[in-house]
């Protein structure tokens, strides 16, 4: 069985501060993918990045940075310098890459985090 | 640049009314999802196809069905329409190259459907 956990509920922060979107992760499946998505008010669900799990490599895009740590089985999100339309529910996801079998490639969403970043 | 479009945005339905969502991509994606997202809580798997012709259960079937007659459409119906359905609705794709079994492509997914049932 998989799971995903964003223990965090809610954040809010004021801007220009760096903020921290936890996520933990459990998973039988050896190879897997990791994912983080964002919903912003209007509702619409956006990819943010997609981390195959023999790659520990942290990556950085612009003021966004992902720390992956398979030891720990976590995924943490990290946004520097936050502005307000960063404000959005931010979600992390688990899928197995193999899809055959029971596993289907279902991908595995957390409850999200509702980040709320104020001028 | 249409990507996965579902229609309508917006319904009410009232107990016992049937209906259905309809989905449809021109990505030629393989995979295909319904999922349902309730307030405060992660997305659900109602159902999934990896190809036309092949449908099958996730996580919340009960109330729904699907179809997959082409790999562009995936409409979900839902007959008797309960209050438990109230939700909102997103259909999703994805792709695989080479073997369908390795599902290595990011979901892409529409703007959603909100669905009251009073």
């Known amino acids: 069985a998989q799971k995903v956990t964003q223990a965090q509920t809610e954040i809010s922060v004021v801007e220009k501060e760096d903020v921290t979107l936890d996520c933990v992760y459990e998973t039988r499946d050896t190879t897997y993918y990791l994912f983080w998505y964002k919903q912003p008010p209007s509702g619409e669900l956006v990819f943010l990045i997609r981390?195959?799990?023999?790659?520990?490599q942290n990556e950085i895009s612009g003021r966004y940075s992902w720390n992956f740590q398979k030891s720990t089985s976590s995924f943490n999100f990290t946004i520097t310098a936050s502005q307000v339309v960063d404000s959005a529910v931010y979600f992390c996801?688990?899928?197995?890459?193999?899809?055959?079998?029971?596993?289907?490639?279902?991908?595995?969403f957390g409850q999200g985090t509702i980040l709320t970043v104020h001028p | 640049n249409a990507g996965v479009t579902q229609t309508p945005k917006f319904r009410i339905l009232k107990i016992g009314q049937s209906m259905t969502l309809q989905c449809t991509q021109d990505?030629?994606?393989?995979?295909m999802y319904w999922y349902r997202q309730d307030p405060g809580m992660g997305l659900k798997l109602i159902y999934y196809?990896?190809?036309?012709?092949?449908?099958d259960k996730g996580e919340v079937p009960n109330g729904y069905n699907v179809s997959r007659s082409t790999t562009e459409d995936f409409p979900l119906r839902l007959e008797l329409a309960a209050p438990s359905q109230t939700s909102v609705y997103f259909c999703?794709?994805?792709?695989?190259?080479?073997?369908?079994?390795?599902?290595?492509?990011?979901?892409?997914f529409g703007e959603g459907s909100r669905l009251t049932v009073l």
């Open positions: 996801a688990l899928r197995p890459r193999w899809a055959g079998g029971t596993s289907y490639g279902k991908l595995t």
């Open positions: 981390r195959n799990s023999f790659d520990e």
């Open positions: 196809s990896v190809g036309a012709g092949i449908t």
């Open positions: 999703a794709s994805s792709y695989s190259s080479g073997d369908p079994t390795w599902n290595t492509g990011e979901l892409f």
């Open positions: 990505m030629n994606h393989n995979y």
